[in-house]
């Protein structure tokens, strides 16, 4: 079983950016990472136009675009599969998965808080949160480990210590 | 199983077309259609800026994107896989796989032939034939089925003949 960490946070709060910086990071330290986002409303992934869109709109339930180094697979699915599901049935090869855009999930978190969107926190204390990572210095909630947002290799180092230990 | 047929042909030859009016065919007669396209020099799939294309480009090794009815994977491979390989790894729930863009392989093939186009045939009868899609009245080869390209039901009758019967 793949670790998971799911990354949390109210939109516009920087989750994509934190991710994308933690995948370059973890990539460096010789780890591979696995990543699912999920979109509640749908999504467009193809080019209108090419081949393989041609064959999803015409019908097909499962298109695989393929070349020497990079397989692609857009297939219709039956249900809303949560991370677990999703991550057992299209991930084979990974270190960690870190999943964007799952509300209620039981995987350890990091929330992603920015001050000037001025909200509430999206997680507690029972919510599995490993890190809080902050845009200023907020005065950190007392057992929750506070990175500033930037300090990616702090978080990396987090998520290193808890699910990375021996994999490379 | 699931049966593979391969649809070969020169460029500009009207793969995609007739693939297109053949799993929207074979969809009308109730069937699971799935293809798989072949890019020898690689291909772009995701939309500059959305979160799944950031995280492949920062490094993820495969991105999964997931909405109540749609899932799309990009995973990096490590090699150029034929069709069995494809077919097994990323399809598992069709009855019948489209393949197009794989030059050699031992599956049964469609081959769509146009004449402007002023080149001889891909294809022979070793080459495991089960229908010539053409523009025009050429003489049909011996022992080898004919249609017109344009005669979607005719040749969809063919495939389902061979391969789809007992399957809706």
């Given at each position: 079983m793949i670790p998971i960490v799911s990354i949390v946070g109210w939109s516009n709060s920087g989750k994509t950016t934190l991710i994308?910086?933690?995948?370059?990071?973890?990539?460096?330290r010789g780890y591979r990472i696995a990543t699912i986002k999920?979109?509640?409303?749908?999504?467009?992934?193809?080019?209108?136009?090419?081949d393989s869109w041609r064959h999803k709109q015409a019908?097909?339930?499962?298109?695989?675009?393929?070349?020497?180094?990079?397989?692609?697979?857009?297939?219709?699915?039956?249900?809303?599969y949560g991370i677990e599901e999703l991550a057992s049935r299209y991930i084979r090869d990974a270190d960690i998965v870190l999943a964007e855009g799952f509300k209620e999930n039981p995987f350890p978190k990091i929330e992603v808080y920015r001050t000037e969107l001025k909200r509430?926190?999206?997680?507690?204390?029972?919510?599995?949160?490993?890190?809080l990572a902050v845009d200023s210095?907020?005065?950190c909630p007392e057992g929750v480990l506070c990175f500033d947002r930037n300090?990616?290799?702090?978080?990396?180092?987090?998520?290193?210590?808890?699910?990375?230990?021996?994999?490379?």
């Open positions: 994308e910086k933690l995948i370059a990071e973890l990539t460096i999920h979109n509640r409303h749908g999504f467009e992934i193809d080019h209108e136009g090419k019908g097909a339930v499962t298109t695989v675009v393929a070349s020497p180094r990079k397989v692609a697979v857009i297939e219709d699915v039956e249900s809303d509430e926190r999206l997680t507690g204390q029972e919510d599995n949160l490993i890190a210095t907020i005065s300090d990616v290799s702090g978080i990396a180092d987090r998520v290193g210590e808890l699910f990375l230990s021996g994999r490379n």
